[in-house]
């Protein structure tokens, strides 16, 4: 079993952020992230995990210009219309 731990380094140890119950001489497996504020968190995903030739900024353009606009949950779709919803439980009465 692994458990992640979050810390902060001041110089020269990583310093925990909560409790843990861990054994003296115990292993650690550290991975530091990298604070580079200017990529978005999907920006910074899509470059940990994607092996293909585009780079982050190119697919998501990608996929902003594949969505389309949904109707789902306008007046016209009487799914969702209140009103209808109403009109058929009173004629149930």
Known sequence: MMTAVKAYYNGTTFIPLQRY???PSQKVLIVVEENDDSETPAQKFMKLSWEGNESADEILETINRSRIN????EAENALFDASLFLRSTMMDD
């Open 21 to 23: 119950n861990f054994k």
């Open 70 to 73: 949904s109707t789902r949950f």
